[in-house]
């Protein structure tokens, strides 16, 4: 968990490429739905999906085989009726939720998140202030592949995410707090200090079969 721009993508992906924990991303995967132009909207405006439509994405996606051993959600809950469905999955799947909330102040998410730069072959994240691509606006492992800039990392948009954030996604911090559930990262440092926490936590208290080479 944690605000836009907060590095949750970042991590989410680290933690697939090093424990091979399928990153289930919802925004990514809203955004690569076909013939679905009334989300692309509504995400490009910077509000939520129905949860609804979410929930279902994400029941569909972790019922498959990858999913067996563990997965990381990455924007998945962001409202009270999509963290009280995990809970039903979670007892369906047998598998314990371990809630992680990389926290940013909210000075230096705008600046992260307006200054985000994607790959649209392999995704990786980039920043032009904080992790910028060897050559001018293209991917360090495609070159000649031009960069994007998502359509809601506007400044404009972004106020729109934070507040969004603020109003649905903040109050989950309250509820997982107060079950003892919840793991609080500070995500001011580099993505690799912030990785290292997260590992930490992950192989404290999830399955063996969670393979750390
Ligand atoms: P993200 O890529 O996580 O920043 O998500 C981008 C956008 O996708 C959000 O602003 C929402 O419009 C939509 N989205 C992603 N995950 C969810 C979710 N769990 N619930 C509702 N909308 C979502």
């Given at each position: 968990?944690?605000?836009?721009?907060?590095?949750?993508?970042?991590?989410?992906?680290?933690?697939?490429?090093?424990?091979?924990?399928?990153?289930?991303?919802?925004?990514?995967?809203?955004?690569?739905l076909?013939?679905?132009?009334?989300?692309?909207?509504t995400?490009?405006?910077?509000?939520?999906?129905?949860?609804?439509?979410?929930?279902?994405?994400?029941?569909?996606?972790?019922?498959?085989?990858?999913?067996?051993?563990?997965?990381?959600?990455?924007?998945?809950?962001?409202?009270?009726?999509?963290?009280?469905?995990?809970?039903?999955?979670?007892?369906?799947?047998?598998?314990?939720?371990?809630?992680?909330?990389?926290?940013?102040?909210?000075?230096?998410?705008?600046?992260?998140?307006?200054?985000?730069?994607?790959?649209?072959?392999?995704?990786?994240?980039?920043?032009?202030?904080?992790?910028?691509?060897?050559?001018?606006?293209?991917?360090?492992?495609?070159?000649?592949?031009?960069?994007?800039?998502?359509?809601?990392?506007?400044?404009?948009?972004?106020?729109?995410?934070?507040?969004?954030?603020?109003?649905?996604?903040?109050?989950?911090?309250?509820?997982?707090?107060?079950?003892?559930?919840?793991?609080?990262?500070?995500?001011?440092?580099?993505?690799e200090?912030?990785?290292?926490?997260?590992?930490?936590?992950?192989?404290?208290?999830?399955?063996?079969?969670v393979?750390?080479?």
């Open positions: 968990m944690g605000a836009p721009g907060a590095g949750k993508g970042t991590q989410a992906r680290l933690l697939q490429e090093r424990l091979g924990l399928p990153q289930i991303s919802t925004g990514d995967m809203l955004r690569a076909r013939d679905a132009e009334d989300i692309h909207t995400q490009a405006s910077g509000k939520l999906i129905s949860d609804d439509v979410v929930i279902a994405v994400v029941r569909e996606r972790t019922s498959q085989p990858d999913c067996q051993n563990g997965y990381v959600l990455d924007g998945f809950p962001r409202t009270l009726a999509q963290a009280q469905m995990l809970e039903g999955l979670s007892a369906e799947q047998a598998k314990p939720i371990l809630p992680i909330l990389v926290a940013v102040p909210i000075d230096i998410l705008e600046k992260r998140a307006s200054g985000r730069r994607n790959c649209p072959v392999c995704g990786e994240i980039y920043n032009i202030y904080f992790k910028p691509p060897r050559n001018d606006e293209t991917c360090d492992h495609h070159p000649g592949v031009k960069l994007f800039q998502r359509a809601d990392d506007s400044v404009e948009k972004i106020r729109v995410r934070l507040e969004t954030y603020n109003r649905e996604t903040a109050p989950l911090i309250d509820y997982y707090s107060a079950s003892g559930r919840l793991f609080r990262v500070d995500g001011r440092r580099d993505p200090g912030i990785y290292e926490d997260i590992e930490a936590i992950v192989r404290d208290s999830v399955a063996p079969s393979s750390t080479n």
